[in-house]
């Protein structure tokens, strides 16, 4: 199937967002508005080493956003997948760090918290998971997870302990955290949780230079 960026489609192909990783250019695929996730080359790695490491993070990627899809948590479909970049459906509507929190309805982050739970049930760790990676689509009203670009496969419990303690770190509202943790637990990752407490005790200790 043909990629037309905006540009030749509609006289607008700027990138939406370029960061150390990748570039996420606005294109249309076939019928579908949509979005090509290009890995940036590192001048500083040998060509060949940077082609090996774009390549198999780029697979991983698309890996995990199937897992994630099959453990029916939301996430833009992947329509192709290059060796550097993935074709993926366009989501419309903001993150949630770009939303003001007085907007938020708690139930957002339970769902939030209940995705988490079904990701880590199939055993795809996030890297990431901020509201800055999680849209609200106005048009389906509903919660998508977005890029896996740091994510892994995994069955360690620091790993999951880990994600769940990176979105308590971002969430700055007690209810918004409670909710979190609540549809968390709904999966029954009390283990997780208790492993949480411990990672943090850990950072706590290393802060204070013990």
């Known amino acids: 199937m043909k990629k037309t960026t905006l540009e030749e489609a509609a006289g607008n192909g700027k990138p939406?967002?370029?960061?150390?990783?990748?570039?996420?250019?606005?294109?249309?695929?076939?019928?579908?508005?949509?979005?090509?996730?290009?890995?940036?080359?590192?001048?500083?790695r040998p060509a060949s080493l940077d082609?090996?490491?774009?390549?198999?993070?780029?697979?991983?990627?698309?890996?995990?956003?199937?897992?994630a899809k099959e453990a029916d948590v939301p996430v833009p479909v992947v329509l192709a997948v290059g060796p550097y970049d993935i074709v993926m459906s366009h989501v419309p509507g903001k993150t949630l760090n770009a939303i003001k929190p007085e907007d938020l309805s708690p139930a957002v982050f339970t769902l939030a918290g209940l995705y988490l739970a079904r990701l880590h049930?199939?055993?795809?760790?996030?890297?990431?998971?901020?509201?800055?990676?999680?849209?609200?689509?106005?048009?389906?009203?509903?919660?998508?997870?977005?890029?896996?670009?740091?994510?892994?496969?995994?069955?360690?419990?620091?790993?999951?302990?880990?994600?769940?303690?990176?979105m308590k770190k971002a969430l700055k509202d007690q209810k918004a955290l409670d909710a979190f943790l609540s549809g968390y637990g709904r999966e029954g990752h009390a283990r997780v949780l208790k492993h949480m407490a411990e990672v943090e005790k850990r950072a706590r200790y290393q802060d204070r230079g013990g």
């Open 16 to 44: 939406r967002l370029e960061g150390a990783e990748a570039i996420l250019t606005p294109i249309v695929f076939g019928p579908y508005a949509a979005l090509d996730k290009v890995r940036l080359a590192k001048a500083y």
């Open 121 to 166: 049930n199939a055993g795809v760790v996030h890297g990431d998971y901020t509201p800055a990676n999680l849209m609200l689509d106005h048009e389906k009203k509903s919660l998508v997870v977005i890029d896996f670009g740091l994510g892994s496969v995994s069955a360690d419990l620091e790993d999951y302990a880990v994600d769940v303690l990176t």
């Open 51 to 67: 082609q090996k490491i774009r390549s198999s993070r780029t697979r991983v990627e698309a890996r995990l956003l199937a897992r």
